[in-house]
Structure formats: structure tokens, C-alpha cells
């Protein structure tokens, strides 16, 4: 998951969110410590209580209402969407970590009720 989003365009300050698998983290740390300091940017930070959540499948592009469907389970099981990542073939949030049981969960019954109809 790679997310791009203007802070302050008028200063020309850009947020950048990207998320590694857990076992990559102290590298991953490393490296953007030393590119951050060639890049002279604002700061760096590291959160590892999230989790990835995603739901995919060729043709999701077409059908509308696989996100709302998603974001709807999520938020009424009372789970923040901390970030959203679009694809043609997916749809990706982070939520906290100790909630992403949950959220699959929440996803699940969203998307694989014994009601067919839904799908």
C-alpha cells in the first residue's frame, strides 16, 4: 500500500504513508531514516499497531459498492479506517492492529452472508 496526499501545497509538503511487512520494519526504519536526511524531510514516523485489510477481485472496478459495502462493515462494527488505498482490482484500509480480527470479521459477514442475494 503506497499513499500519496498534499499537506500544504502552497509549501510544497507532501504526506507519504506506505506500509511493510512487520519483518521489514527495523530496515525499513533504517533506510528512511538516512533518505529522509538526504531529502531534508519534515520527519519520519513508524506506526506498528496497524494492520492491512483488504478485499480483491478482478472486476471491482465495475461493480460499484464493494467499497461502501466495506467501509459500512467496518464502521459498524465500530472500527476507524485509518487509511484507504484504492486499485482496480482492490480496496485496502489500515486499522489498528488490535482490532483487524474484528475487521475480517466485520468484512466477512459483509461480503459471504448466507443471504446470496447480497452477493
Known sequence: MIVQSIRNADKKIN???????????????????????ELDVLGVVVDEAVAKVSIV????????GMAARMFGALSAAGINIEVISTSEISVSCLV????????VNAIHAAFFRDDKSRL
Open 15 to 37: 504526506d507519504i504513508v506506505f506500509t511493510v511487512a512487520k519483518g521489514d520494519v527495523e530496515q525499513t526504519r533504517t533506510i528512511m531514516a538516512s533518505v529522509g536526511k
Open 96 to 103: 489498528r492492529e488490535e482490532r483487524a480480527k474484528d475487521a
Open 57 to 64: 477481485g478482478a472486476g471491482m472496478l465495475g461493480s460499484p
